[in-house]
């Protein structure tokens, strides 16, 4: 399946975009991180949270959904 | 009588006091309102390793943004008797000086908005996805977080 990844602040600087589309085989988000580092390796330090349609998610959820984004730690207020 | 629609509480840029003094006024009609508590975040010139930061460019993830902001608004209304709440954020450029937050909430009684005030504001800084690129005078940056 095909997947939008949307990325923000320090985790777009380092992906030099702020959103693409994946192919994706694999079942769960810890998976696909994997996949993702593959081709940002620095990404694999960086402190951030997965959200999947708008939900934070664990490591082990499920890709179920059509939207996941890379969220670095929260700046608001 | 709470307004419990999704909103964008997004605004461009600070938060002017013009605009906090008209949101004011604008509860003159609500008699029943005894007591308002207003939050302003207001960006501050830290200095850090020798650096001052002039200004924070917000950015979000807007769409899960605005409904966390939703879900904080309603779990405030369940958990405190308040009138009316109103939470505007900014995203882009932000002088440090400016405000960049305001939270205005509402209720007859005093006691209430106090607490609540604080429960809203901590909420926004802990579960609303919104990062702040923190730019230095001489236009370095680093990426701020909440503590």
């Given at each position: 399946m095909t997947i939008n990844v949307k990325y923000f602040g320090l985790i777009a600087e380092i992906t030099t975009c702020e959103k693409e589309r994946i192919l994706f085989t694999k079942k769960n988000v810890s998976e696909f991180l994997e996949l993702l580092y593959l081709k940002?390796?620095?990404?694999?330090n960086k402190d951030f949270q997965v959200a999947q349609n708008q939900e934070l998610v664990s490591q082990d959820a499920l890709i179920s959904g059509h939207e996941l984004a890379l969220l670095p730690p929260f700046a608001g207020g | 009588m709470a307004d419990k629609k999704t909103k964008n509480v997004f605004k461009k840029g600070a938060i002017s006091s013009d605009f906090i003094g008209t949101s004011i006024a604008k509860h003159q009609s609500k008699t029943t309102i005894g007591a308002h508590n207003i939050f302003l975040g207001q960006v501050r010139a830290d200095v850090i390793d020798n650096k001052t930061v002039a200004a924070i460019e917000y950015t979000a993830y807007e769409d899960m943004a605005n409904e966390k902001f939703h879900a904080i608004r309603e779990a405030t209304f369940k958990k405190f008797d308040l009138t009316c709440m109103h939470i505007y954020h900014s995203l882009g450029t932000v002088k440090a000086g400016e405000i960049c937050l305001f939270v205005f909430a509402s209720s007859p009684k005093r006691k209430i908005v106090f607490k609540a005030i604080e429960y809203i504001v901590e909420a926004i800084k802990a579960d609303v996805p919104v990062f702040g690129k923190e730019i230095f005078e001489d236009e370095t940056h680093q990426w701020k977080v909440n503590k």
């Amino acid at each position: 399946m095909t997947i939008n990844v949307k990325y923000f602040g320090l985790i777009a600087e380092i992906t030099t975009c702020e959103k693409e589309r994946i192919l994706f085989t694999k079942k769960n988000v810890s998976e696909f991180l994997e996949l993702l580092y593959l081709k940002y390796p620095s990404l694999k330090n960086k402190d951030f949270q997965v959200a999947q349609n708008q939900e934070l998610v664990s490591q082990d959820a499920l890709i179920s959904g059509h939207e996941l984004a890379l969220l670095p730690p929260f700046a608001g207020g | 009588m709470a307004d419990k629609k999704t909103k964008n509480v997004f605004k461009k840029g600070a938060i002017s006091s013009d605009f906090i003094g008209t949101s004011i006024a604008k509860h003159q009609s609500k008699t029943t309102i005894g007591a308002h508590n207003i939050f302003l975040g207001q960006v501050r010139a830290d200095v850090i390793d020798n650096k001052t930061v002039a200004a924070i460019e917000y950015t979000a993830y807007e769409d899960m943004a605005n409904e966390k902001f939703h879900a904080i608004r309603e779990a405030t209304f369940k958990k405190f008797d308040l009138t009316c709440m109103h939470i505007y954020h900014s995203l882009g450029t932000v002088k440090a000086g400016e405000i960049c937050l305001f939270v205005f909430a509402s209720s007859p009684k005093r006691k209430i908005v106090f607490k609540a005030i604080e429960y809203i504001v901590e909420a926004i800084k802990a579960d609303v996805p919104v990062f702040g690129k923190e730019i230095f005078e001489d236009e370095t940056h680093q990426w701020k977080v909440n503590k």
